[in-house]
């Protein structure tokens, strides 16, 4: 899952970043509402955190600007505390959801998981695919109950599969989610991982849709 973040103060800039990628998810960084804008409509984000006070452009004509050009990606704007209005005007240009600052970290995680999960379909932090639980709160995963140790690009990759079940996601998708902007992209790299996956996972689970890319069975229903 690859993650936007937009907020011009430097240190909270890093300090979300930082608690993003712990939490095992690759991070985008723009420091005002310019680059956040260009950045947003032209990256595919899983979602994204957008500070209202920024320079060049305020977060809400940030915000509004996306919605109208078609970019969907979930949205959680941060608003100063007290300004209820803020979060008016954000939830009425599209954002999600908010936190008002000064806000524990904790919250922002918890928030954007949800968002992320609500955009998959899914109504809890747990997310099941045959005997594959995925514990994206914990980021931990289990196979019938076994837990299993991934690295985590691993993690990564898996979660977006989870996230995206039934659906073919390509090589490229793929690339796009789990690598930052500054990474050196390969898509066959992608392959590897996959490789690594199955060895850990069992072989059937991650299928291969030949010229497409990869989608994850549930060990069920042929479809
Ligand atoms: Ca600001």
Redesign the pocket.
Known sequence: MRILVV???EDLNRQIAAALSDAGYVVDSARDGEEGYFLGDTEPYDAIVL?L??PKLDGLSVLEKWRRAGRTAPVLILTARDRWSDKVAGIDAGADDYVAKPFHMEEVLARLRALLRRAAGHATNEIECGPLRLDARAARVTVNGTPVKLTSLEYRLLAFLMHHQQQVVSRTELTEHLYDQDFDRDSNTIEVFVGRLRKKLGADLIETVRGMGYRLRDGGDED
Request: negative net charge; proline residues 0%; glycine residues 16%.
């Open positions: 907020e011009d103060d500070d006070g920024l």
